[in-house]
Structure formats: structure tokens, C-alpha cells
């Protein structure tokens, strides 16, 4: 088996492991306290601005803003790694079909693979950290993916044997 | 026609013979799919679009509430708004769990033939695999209409003990899977088994190659565009909404507070397109990648072949881009984006044609012979 397939076949099956394995642990501990803590601090904001409580009815609600923020990311986070796992994993099984040399195609790979452990890896860094620096390894993270998307159609549509 | 990888013609009529675990996994894969699918299209226009409508009067409901100073009513929306809410999820879990069970089926099996198992093994890992592919998704349709009825346990009823039993049962087939393959690659056989489905170079399977990578790339643009442009003024937009509609109601204003609830669906409406353009474009993208493994089964016309891929592809880029459009267009924007879905149905259902038409010239050869 070539390095670019090795890269893909087995980094993608260890990113979906590890994405299954993050989202059971976030769903049995987290997930469903958080859903309930957003629903309830909801119908609180309005029950409290109805009884005229308006300072505890804005703090409800911005507790529902943070909760939600932390929410999105959360699942934004393990559903990509374990979706760009399978994409990986998939890709592998065919990259010896993308036509170019095979030093150019484990830059692809390689790509793909820092890509697809950074990008959501940054998505989750911005739960901790509402900086600048998770923003920009999300960043670096979705463009080496873009790059490695690209040259990889481009590879297979050269393909031709 | 005719497969070009290493693999002889009786290793190829061996590998999908009837019954075989591929062609359990390939045939059970594509239906699943495309159950999933039409159960999306169905739940679509007839369940989530009203849910959405009776979501937003119960939003409207909680926000005279507070105008009218009564926080029981408050309270009896938001309980609405949660029952609503599980419908809606339930529905959608269902539909995009067969999916994603109909692309796992077309993944594993690709993995056949490095499985270190005997075929009757590889056979009951298949039976078991569609049949938890199949029950959890039933389980989870039914979970809103079953509710607790009949069940021993608090907050869990019948309904959801089905569906994780499902997804328990598929669970179980993937680990066992995943070490077969394990097991066949420790062993490094001299011999290599040679598969056709990795050596077709067809113009059909180039084109889903490449078109399905290009639809990922696609949908990671617009996620990245999506992300960078937006997120984080819908997140605040969001927000400001939500206080806007307590405090304008609170105050009297009622305008104004029916105003926010009405900017809120809005809101609501523009982040559920982007996130379905972008979730379905890479879907698709995936599937294509996927369905261009198996085009050496597909016993079509080159030219038929052909004209299935590009309409798949079509379809693929056609409903994402026309949801995207549904709130400046609105409803012919809707038809659009579901007559591209129609067309990618229409595609897969072509395709699983070919594929049966392969098993009925596989079997009979086998029974002249």
C-alpha cells in the first residue's frame, strides 16, 4: 500500500474513532444537560420578563446565548472529524487512482490529513477561547482541506488508466 | 462492460453471488439510501414545514404571554415548543440515520474481500447489519407516537429502546468488520486478492470520482464562506432577537415584539438553508465517491452509464444550490431544489436497476453453467 493511502486509509479511521469516541463521551455527560440547561433557561427569560423580572430574564437569555455557542461548536466539532474521517478513509481507497506522481500525492494526503485534525480541532478551541488564535488554526485548518479537495478532483479527473 | 481489474470472472461472480454478503450490502445499501432519502422528501412537506409554522405560533404565544404579563402561558408555549421540537428531531434522525446506514453498507462492502472471515460469517454480519440499519430508524420514527406506553423504565420508552438496540446491532457489525480486516491484514496472505471495484477507470466512475470530490469541495467552500460571513452575526443576531422580543413586550410594545418573533423565523430560516446547502452538497459528494466504486455492477450501456453519473451529479449540485435560493425565490425555488433531489432518486433507482440486472446475468450464468 502507497504512503498517500496508508495517510488516508488509516489517519481517517483513527480521526472517526476518535470523533465516535469524543461524541459518545459529550453526548452521555454533557449533551443532554446542556439541551435541557438551553430549554429551560429559554422558557425562564420569558417567564421572568412576563412577570416584569427583566434583570433576570436578560441573564436567562444571555445564559442561553453561551450555552448555545458552546453547543454548536461542540457538535460542530465531532461531526466534522468523524465526517472527514469517513471522507478520508473513502478517498484513500481510490487515491491511487489520482493521476500524479506519488511524492505530490502524499503532499494531497498529508494535506487532508493536518487539515481534517486541525480545522474542527480550532472549532473547539473557540469554546475555551474567544480569541484569535482557534479562529485561525479553523482557518489554516479549512484551507490545507480546500487545497487537498482540489488537488485531489483535479487528480482524479487526469486519471485516465 | 467489461471489468478491467485482476480479478478473473469467477472470482467476480464468487464475490457477488447470490446472497453473497456484498450483494446484501450493496443492494441494502442503495435501498437504504433511497428510503432515506424519499422518507426525507416526505417528511419535509408534510411534517417539518408545518412543525416549523406551529413552532413559530408557540414562539408568538410565549411573546403575548409576556406582553399580557401571564408567565404560565409563557411556560405552556416553551413545553410546545418542546414537544414540536422532538418531533421535528426525531423525524430528521430517522431519515438521515438510513442515509448514512446506506453509506456505511457501500463502504463495508468495498471491505469484503480483505475480510478474514468465511462467507457464511461475512453473510450474517450483513443479514444483522441491515437489520439494525433498518430498526433504528423505525424506532426512532416511532419514538414521538410511542412515547412512555407500556414502558418499565422513567424517561425511556419502547420506541427508543428498539432504536438503540438497532444501533447497538450495527455498532457490533462494524467493530467485528473492523477486525476481520484487522485479522486479514496481520496475516498478510501471499497472495493478495486483486478487487474489481478498485480498478474501473470508466468514464462514469471518473466522472463520479471526480464530480462527488468536487461537490465536497463545493460544500466546504460555502461552510467555509458560511462560517467566516456569518456565524457570528447570526449567533449575536440571534440573541439580540430573543431579548428584543421579552423587553418590547414587556414594555407594551407589541409591534414591535411581534416584529422581533417575525425577524426571528427569518433568522431561523436563513441559518436551516445554509446548513442543509452545505450538509447536502457534501452528502451527495460522498455518495457519488461511493457509487462510482460500484460502477463495474451497474449492467447498463456505457452510454445509459454515463448518463446516470451526470444526472446524479446534476441533481447533487442542483438541490443545494436552489435551497440556498428558497428564501429570495421561496416556494419555486423549493420545487427547483426538489426536483434536483427527484433527479438524484431517479439516478440511484437507475443505478440499483443495473445492479440487479448484474445479479439476474451473474445467476443465470451460473445456473447454465
Not at chain 2, 426512532?140 to 420506541?159: C, D
Request: aromatic content about 12%; overall charge neutral.
Amino acid at each position: 500500500m502507497t504512503t498517500s493511502r496508508k495517510l488516508l486509509i488509516f489517519g481517517g479511521l483513527l480521526l472517526a474513532v476518535w470523533g465516535m469516541g469524543y461524541g459518545i463521551w459529550y453526548a452521555v455527560f454533557i449533551e443532554h444537560q446542556t439541551l435541557d440547561g438551553l430549554g429551560s433557561a429559554l422558557a425562564t427569560g420569558f417567564m421572568r420578563a412576563a412577570e416584569n423580572r427583566m434583570a433576570e430574564s436578560q441573564a436567562a437569555l444571555a445564559d442561553v446565548a453561551a450555552r448555545s455557542f458552546v453547543y454548536v461548536r461542540q457538535v460542530d466539532a465531532h461531526g466534522h472529524w468523524i465526517g472527514l474521517g469517513l471522507l478520508l478513509l473513502i478517498l484513500g481507497i481510490a487515491f491511487d487512482r489520482v493521476g500524479f506522481a506519488e511524492r505530490v500525492r502524499t503532499y494531497i494526503a498529508m494535506a487532508l490529513l493536518a487539515g481534517a485534525i486541525a480545522f474542527p480541532f480550532g472549532v473547539l478551541l473557540e469554546t475555551w477561547n474567544r480569541g484569535g488564535v482557534p479562529q485561525a488554526i479553523a482557518v489554516i485548518g479549512s484551507v490545507l482541506l480546500i487545497l487537498g479537495l482540489s488537488g485531489t478532483a483535479w487528480g482524479f479527473a487526469r486519471s485516465d488508466s | 462492460m467489461s471489468i478491467r481489474a485482476g480479478a478473473s470472472a469467477a472470482q467476480t461472480a464468487e464475490r457477488f453471488a447470490p446472497f453473497s454478503a456484498r450483494r446484501i450490502f450493496v443492494i441494502g445499501g442503495i435501498a437504504l439510501i433511497l428510503c432515506g432519502m424519499i422518507a426525507g422528501d416526505i417528511f419535509a412537506a408534510f411534517i417539518l414545514h408545518p412543525n416549523a409554522n406551529r413552532i413559530g405560533e408557540n414562539l408568538l404565544n410565549a411573546t403575548r404571554a409576556v406582553a399580557s404579563h401571564n408567565p404560565q402561558a409563557a411556560g405552556a408555549a416553551f413545553q410546545n415548543i418542546g414537544g414540536l421540537l422532538e418531533n421535528r428531531g426525531t423525524k430528521v434522525d430517522a431519515h438521515s440515520h438510513m442515509i448514512g446506514f446506506g453509506y456505511i453498507a457501500l463502504l463495508v462492502a468495498l471491505l469484503q474481500p480483505y475480510l478474514a472471515f468465511a462467507e457464511s460469517v461475512k453473510k450474517f454480519l450483513a443479514k444483522l447489519f441491515v437489520f439494525g440499519a433498518i430498526l433504528l430508524p423505525v424506532g426512532v420514527f416511532l419514538i414521538h407516537y410511542v412515547g412512555l406506553a407500556g414502558s418499565p423504565f422513567a424517561a425511556i420508552g419502547w420506541a427508543s429502546v428498539f432504536a438503540d438496540f438497532g444501533g447497538f446491532l450495527v455498532w457490533v457489525v462494524c467493530l467485528c468488520e473492523l477486525a476481520g480486516m484487522a485479522t486479514y491484514f496481520r496475516a498478510r496472505p501471499a497472495i493478495r486478492v486483486s478487487d474489481e471495484l478498485l480498478g474501473d477507470y470508466s468514464w462514469a466512475a471518473r466522472a463520479l470520482l471526480s464530480g462527488g470530490t468536487l461537490l465536497v469541495l463545493i460544500g466546504f467552500l460555502h461552510g467555509s464562506y458560511y462560517a467566516g460571513a456569518h456565524l457570528f452575526r447570526y449567533e449575536a443576531e440571534d440573541s439580540e432577537l430573543l431579548s428584543a422580543m421579552t423587553t418590547r413586550a414587556a414594555a407594551g410594545d407589541r409591534a414591535a415584539a411581534l416584529q422581533a418573533v417575525a425577524d426571528y423565523g427569518q433568522l431561523q430560516g436563513a441559518k436551516a438553508v445554509n446548513v442543509a446547502a452545505h450538509a447536502h452538497v457534501i452528502e451527495f459528494g460522498v455518495l457519488a465517491i461511493l457509487l462510482a466504486f460500484f460502477q463495474p455492477y451497474v449492467f447498463l450501456s456505457e452510454r445509459w452509464r454515463r448518463t446516470w453519473a451526470v444526472v446524479l451529479l446534476a441533481g447533487s449540485l442542483t438541490l443545494p444550490v436552489f435551497v440556498l435560493l428558497e428564501l429570495q425565490w421561496g416556494l419555486l425555488a423549493g420545487g427547483l431544489a426538489d426536483a434536483g433531489g427527484l433527479l438524484v432518486i431517479i439516478a440511484l433507482s437507475a443505478m440499483l436497476v443495473g445492479i440487479w440486472r448484474y445479479t439476474g446475468k451473474l445467476d443465470s450464468a451460473a445456473g447454465g453453467s
